[in-house]
């Protein structure tokens, strides 16, 4: 009789307090001797169009003691928080570095036609030549009466001055590379439009990527708030006799393992954070509002982009394909080394001693012209065109490949849209078989035939089945923003 007596005890304690918790009118508000008022966790994120709001029942059963512990404090919001995506795209345009380096490329591509334009225009060259004799003799010089004897040569400084103009008549080379030159200039606006997509679509990307993050530091501590309350009631029954030390000690285990997830969701989170402030341009982490609306999120991320009606049209392609068009005229230009060029010479000079000039007079002007044939160069044309057949091929083999990733790519982000919503309809399904537990263990416990352990595993259960639903609704967010940027072009 003695032996019974501890278990007794335990089962009408047990009764007593359910039955005296059911009495109170506010759950929330129910303090137990070992836990304080409002040591619940409270979520760091509210998405209210886009995640359903947890029950709160789960949160705080009236059976359920409170527990504090450091870790069930959330993790410190950022200094700076994103507002909308329009203030993204204003941090984009200003601040991102990847599209920085896509407009220089453009600028250098352009400063590189002008140069092989320059190579076929006009062009006018001055010079100005002064000479000082420094050693002297006796001799005949000229002079008005003829030839006298004197010091020569006469005058010891002479200068001219003079502008020389050069009009190439035949230049084949320098006009293919101009032309080659401007579809390099293309190709660099291609790879920009490409830049700007990969760049909203990382930013939209980090965006939910740093939602989710929030979402699962608070399921970290949901679970661990659960394992505490577990270990408490655990020891608790074990003070009354009605648990073993096992019971404790797997209690104890489930207490050390969510910590540790704990510690991962909030790195998770904060690497989250970092590569957002890195997606806008700054090496400071962001943050997310509590308040964003994922779905203007993606609105607003198509409004910025035109969907492309092929691959083929994509930037990347596009600019492959431009590739391998410049490739393919730079090894028809090692054609052109073999041809002459002329240019139209003509030259005015003003010579300071007129006695030295062809028609005696100060102003002497000529013209001609000049043909250059390199017929020998030790090999070096033969050189360069192996050198761009080379580059061509690459090119060649870089637009398969980009365009067979491409092909992968678009046909992976729209499969992933109809894998999150599979995955969005089971999480549902869980989330209501969930809340059916919770409801029978609740039931069973105030009727003396459930557990404490079963009631808390229910309702920790049901707590994770309704954030996992959160998360998996942001995975499916997220999967069309990215289905819409696989095929799309942008402009920032």
Known sequence: MSRLAPTCLAVLLGVAVSLRA??????????DELGEPGAGLSSPVDTAEVVPEPPRAADKDPSIPDVTDPMLAPVPPPR??????????????????????????VQQATGQ????????????????????????????????????????????TTWNAGLTARVPVLAPRAW?????????????????????????????????????????????????????????????????????????????????ASRAQVVAADEALRLSREALGLALGSAEAYGVPPTIDLNGLASD????????????????????????????????????????????????????????????KHVTWTIGATLTWQLYDGGLRYGRRDANQGTLDLAREQLTQT????????VQARRSVQVAEANLAVSKQTRDLA??????ARLAFVSGTGTSFDLVDAARRLREAELDLAVKEFEVVRAKILAMLALASCDV
């Open 435 to 440: 809340q059916q537990s919770a409801r029978l």
């Open 80 to 105: 700076l928080v994103l507002g909308s995506w329009q203030d993204a795209l204003r941090l984009v345009r200003s601040r991102n570095s990847s599209l920085r380096m896509a407009a220089a490329q």
């Open 22 to 31: 059911s009495a109170q009118p506010s759950p929330v508000d129910t303090d």
């Open 301 to 360: 991320a198509a409004a910025s982009c035109r969907v492309e009606p092929s691959v083929a049209s994509r930037p990347d392609v596009r600019a492959a394909q431009q590739n391998v068009e410049v490739a393919e005229r730079n090894v028809q230009a090692s054609n052109w080394d073999y041809y002459p060029t002329v240019d139209a010479l003509s030259t005015a000079t003003y010579w300071g001693d007129e006695k030295r000039t062809a028609n005696g």
């Open 176 to 256: 293919h590379d101009r032309r080659t030159a401007r579809h390099a200039v293309g190709t660099a606006e291609l790879k920009t439009e490409d830049a700007q997509r990969i760049v909203l679509a990382s930013t939209a990307e980090s965006i939910v990527s740093v939602v989710t993050a929030e979402r699962m530091a608070e399921v970290s501590r949901v679970s661990l708030r659960s394992a505490l309350v577990t270990l408490d009631l655990n020891r608790r029954r074990a003070r009354l006799g009605a648990a073993s030390a096992f019971d404790v000690l797997r209690a104890e285990q489930e207490v050390a």
């Open 403 to 410: 365009k067979r990733q491409a092909e992968v790519e678009v």
């Open 113 to 156: 036609s002008r140069q092989a334009l320059a190579l076929a225009l006009p062009t006018l060259t001055g010079t100005a030549n002064v000479t000082r004799h420094l050693l002297t003799g006796e001799g005949f010089r000229a002079s008005t009466e003829g030839f006298e004897r004197g010091r020569i040569p006469d005058p010891l």
